[in-house]
């Protein structure tokens, strides 16, 4: 009898405790959020490219001398994130984020003369992006438990940019009016992602961002270039830098 009683209590207490773990078990599901600020690292790779529109006039002024250059770009960059998300009622998630990466993203061309210049003129070009970072906002929607969540994200963008530029040529005299600097540009960027929650601190995530740096002028006020028999006058040379940028990342989140 004793034995019986003791077997019942155990099984009473058993079905007590589950039926008290599993409201436990619901409202940890039920009160999984992503609201919070996070600190992270990130690793990727980006391609993209840089575009030299150019232009001048020959030694009289009077014929253009006009183009465009581009070349392909490539390379690494790591760095850190750092931002803070709210989970609103409806389940959806706004966030703010910055990010800074060291970066190896660069490439080389050249530019040949056209028209009355002649075919002995030519400029090198070599540009890198050394740095990137951004500014970004980021609109996800949870699925899957509230653990996944892809995302669109877009913003402020800005990276240090180094060109090296000048004309290059056998029977150069003198140039002048082109540059060699290492330049901050600002611009902006979009893209998509998705992040998934390992546990309650930690989440991996991946995403892809097309990043527009803008512009800047090449030419000093110079703005010549001559050689025996060749002038270009009005010389102006511009660099355009875009990317495209994919990396994975590790949050941890408090």
């Not at 009077?62 to 989970?87: C, D, E």
């Not at 056998?170 to 082109?178: E, I, L, N, P, V």
């Not at 600002?186 to 998705?194: E, K, M, R």
């Not at 992040?195 to 030419?219: C, I, M, N, P």
Request: aromatic share 12%; glycine share 16%; proline share 4%.
């Amino acid at each position: 009898m004793l034995r019986s009683v003791t077997l019942a209590s155990a099984a009473a207490l058993g079905l007590a405790s589950l039926s008290l773990a599993a409201p436990a078990l619901a409202q940890s599901a039920d009160t999984w959020t992503w609201t919070g600020p996070y600190v992270g690292v990130n690793i990727g790779y980006g391609g993209g490219g840089f575009q030299y529109p150019y232009s001048g006039t020959d030694a009289g002024g009077i014929n253009p001398v006009a183009g465009r250059a581009r070349q392909s770009s490539s390379g690494v960059l790591g760095g850190g994130q750092a931002g803070y998300n709210f989970q609103m009622p409806s389940g959806l998630v706004l966030g703010l984020e910055t990010d800074i990466a060291a970066a190896d993203i660069g490439g080389n061309a050249s530019l040949y003369s056209t028209g009355s210049l002649g075919a002995q003129t030519a400029g090198d070009i070599d540009s890198r992006i050394n740095y990137l970072g951004t500014v970004r906002g980021r609109f996800g929607k949870p699925m899957f438990d509230g653990r996944f969540m892809p995302y669109v994200t877009g913003g402020f963008a800005y990276g240090g940019v180094r060109n090296n530029a000048g004309p290059t040529c056998a029977t150069c005299a003198t140039s002048s009016g082109f540059a060699t600097n290492i330049q901050t540009q600002i611009g902006w960027t979009a893209g998509v992602g998705a992040e998934y929650a390992l546990d309650r601190h930690w989440s991996f995530k991946v995403e892809y961002l097309y990043v527009d740096l803008g512009s800047q002028d090449l030419t000093g006020p110079a703005n010549t270039f001559n050689a025996p028999g060749i002038s270009l006058y009005n010389a102006s040379l511009r660099e355009q830098t875009n990317a495209n940028v994919v990396r994975a990342g590790l949050n941890f989140r408090f």
